[in-house]
């Protein structure tokens, strides 16, 4: 028989407050066993401006804890959160996101049955404000390229960090996320999960992907529409360099330069393969296209930037 190791499920927030409150309220119900004695919840408020504090109070739950962060950031909100927990291991999950009745048994499972010393799951479209015609479940989900059937080592690949466990030690070990990536407030930014993912791996450990490791995650309407595929693209094209520890050369931001028109005759064809099947309407042959055409343009002037600092 397996001890059972402490946890805490760390949920960063900012200004979500009913949100955040419902992601809590998944956690709770799952806690609230005596199988789960060891599991506490930290909740990180980052800078917030509602009533988020208000929120997470009501539950007078002695196994909440909840912090401010003034450091307006997703990465120090994380980092406040690991160095506040007490237990082995470390749970993320991302305020606008409800945990599957299961998720602490899943990751229990992870944690007792297998040698990861972090691992990630399944965030799947929870359309809580209603679902444009147009939109579709895999624009919103990360199975649509973490195509795994079973528990896995992931030796390339990254885990999502909305839903993901890491042990506490690791993290200590690394010195953390990184500040400046990830959103911070209001500002669009990624990379800071991937980053540290690729840190770790190249220390030696083991990285684990569930598949059965669950969550709803809210897709609001702002992010069903043109422009906010084109502001992720070019966010995610901007930490390129630095999240995979390149750094550019006039050689390979030429031959991403000339590899653009390419990429573009190939995501037409495959758009018009979709549409010729009826799986895509003309909005998603646009954001397709579009999407992968800022991304690459991101990737090519961060470059440029980068080699001419």
Sequence with gaps: MHSIPSLSVIICTYNRAELVSECIDSVLKQIDSSKFDSVDIIVIDNNSTDNTKYEVEKFNSSKIKYIFEPNQGLSYAR??????????????????ATAFPNWLDRIYWVITETDFDLFGGIYLPWYRDGKKKWYLD???????????????ELTIQNFSGGNCVFKKSILEEVGGFVGHLGMSGATVSYGEES?????????????????????????????????????????????FWEVNGITPSWHTIAVLT????????IDTRYCYRRLKRKEYKFANAYIYVGEKFIYQISKIMTGVKLKLL
């Design 258 to 265: 000339f590899a653009v028109p390419k990429s573009l005759i």
């Design 195 to 239: 980053y540290i993912q690729n840190k770790i791996r190249a220390c030696g450990y083991k990285i684990g992907f569930d598949p059965e490791m669950l969550i709803n995650h809210y897709v609001p309407l702002y992010k069903q529409t043109f422009p906010w595929f084109f502001v992720r693209a070019k966010a995610l094209g901007k930490v």
């Design 138 to 152: 895999e624009y919103a989900t990360n199975n649509t390229w973490m195509k795994y059937e079973k528990i896995s």
């Design 79 to 96: 980092n406040s959160g690991y160095k506040a927990a007490k237990s082995e291991w470390v749970a993320y999950l991302d305020d606008d």
